[in-house]
């Protein structure tokens, strides 16, 4: 089993900056692909950013490309994701998610909702224009 948990959302301005972080505990291994995920009340949970293990393989949304930055520190089991430039329209809760298998070959693998094993609760961010 793997736990996630999420912090360092909040509400910022438009073009400013947040770096919410998850930390992971349990059975975590170099298997592990992990991604973030948002969602608006209403509408289904996109994709944001994944990464590999290694750190060396990144994939990102089309609509955070350039302004996100997903990473990760194995020592301390936790995954950031750097949010610069922020738009009104990355207002969503934003989930954390963990890979039992390794998908990180494959955008297609790692951006499906359905290719991760373990959520966390999720972190709010808001963007006031």
């Known amino acids: 089993q793997v736990q996630l948990v999420e912090s360092g959302g909040g509400l910022v301005q438009a073009g400013g900056s947040l770096r919410p972080s998850c930390a992971a505990s349990g059975r975590i291994d170099s298997k592990n692909t992990m991604g973030w995920f948002r969602q608006v009340p209403g509408t289904e949970r996109e994709f944001v950013a994944a990464i590999s293990w290694s750190g060396g393989t990144t994939y990102y949304a089309d609509s955070v490309k350039g302004r996100f930055t997903i990473s990760r520190d194995n020592a301390k089991n936790t995954v950031y994701l750097q949010m610069n430039s922020l738009k009104p329209e990355d207002t969503a809760l934003y989930y954390c998610?963990?890979?039992?298998?390794?998908?990180?070959?494959?955008?297609?693998?790692?951006?499906?909702?359905?290719?991760?094993?373990?959520w966390g609760q999720g972190t709010q961010v808001t963007v006031s224009s």
């Open positions: 998610a963990a890979a039992r298998r390794d998908y990180s070959w494959s955008y297609f693998s790692a951006s499906r909702i359905t290719s991760y094993d373990y």
